[in-house]
Nanobody, 123 residues
Framework: QVQLIESGGGLVQTGGSLRLSCAASGRTFNTYNMAWFRQAPGKEREFVAG????????YYADSVKGRFAITRDNAENMLFLQMNDLKPEDTAVYYCAAGPAGSSYYRGQYTFWGQGTQVTVSS
């Protein structure tokens, strides 16, 4: 069982930066692939970025490549998302998710979810 709590969301202007954090409970954090998803009003939840349980492999949605970076600290049970050059279309609730090794881009692969943190980018 893994419990996830996101933080770091807020209001930022176009071109600004935010760093999201996800604190995980449980001693098995380092066995899970981790990811960030987001959901804008009226839209489906979509994949943003993912990282393997080792932290070696990372993968991104095309819309955020080159702007966002996902990292993890297995010693501290933490997941991060550095978001740079933010755009109004990045506005959404951002969710942290944990899934078994091999989980990648698909929402259904992830077992545990946080409650989300709101990111709003003003134009």
């Amino acid at each position: 069982q893994v419990q996830l709590i996101e933080s770091g969301g807020g209001l930022v202007q176009t071109g600004g930066s935010l760093r999201l954090s996800c604190a995980a409970s449980g001693r098995t954090f380092n066995t899970y692939n981790m990811a960030w998803f987001r959901q804008a009003p009226g839209k489906e939840r979509e994949f943003v970025a993912g990282v393997s349980w080792t932290g070696i492999s990372t993968y991104y949605a095309d819309s955020v490549k080159g702007r966002f970076a996902i990292t993890r600290d297995n010693a501290e049970n933490m997941l991060f998302l550095q978001m740079n050059d933010l755009k109004p279309e990045d506005t959404a609730v951002y969710y942290c998710a944990a899934g078994p090794a091999g989980s990648s881009y698909y929402r259904g692969q992830y077992t545990f979810w946080g409650q989300g943190t709101q990111v709003t980018v003003s134009s």
